[in-house]
């Protein structure tokens, strides 16, 4: 069974960092795509930032680009991403996301695992 677990989210003032992680089990991490998207209360869930098997290509929403960075430990099946300067706009619940193509995808049809979500909420 595949399990996708995020951590690290929680409160934090505006201006402030965090770093979310993604333990991913029971699917060969280390040749999936993996993503993080992110869901505001009464919107859609949109595409944050993706990463190959391999990590040589990354993909950031434009309006997030510069302030989050995504990596991967495929030794550890762990998925992050690093949030810096953030703003109360980046309060959602953030999931991370999985599908077996090479290719990054921005679109939440195309990953097929998704894990439970962690809260992230930015204080002013």
């Known amino acids: 069974q595949v399990q996708l677990v995020e951590s690290g989210g929680g409160l934090v003032q505006a201006g402030g960092s965090l770093r979310l992680s993604c333990e991913v089990s029971?699917?060969?991490?280390?040749?999936?795509?993996m993503a993080w998207f992110r869901q505001a209360p009464g919107k859609e869930r949109e595409f944050v930032s993706g990463?190959?098997?391999?990590?040589?290509?990354?993909s950031y929403a434009d309006s997030l680009r510069g302030r989050f960075t995504i990596s991967r430990d495929n030794a550890k099946n762990t998925l992050y991403l690093q949030m810096n300067s953030l703003k109360p706009e980046d309060t959602a619940v953030y999931y991370c996301?999985?599908?077996?193509?090479?290719?990054?995808?921005?679109?939440?049809?195309?990953?097929?695992?998704w894990g439970q979500g962690t809260q992230v909420t930015v204080s002013s």
């Open positions: 990463i190959s098997w391999s990590s040589t290509r990354t």
């Open positions: 029971g699917r060969t991490f280390n040749t999936s795509t």
């Open positions: 996301a999985a599908r077996r193509s090479t290719i990054i995808a921005a679109v939440t049809p195309l990953y097929d695992s």
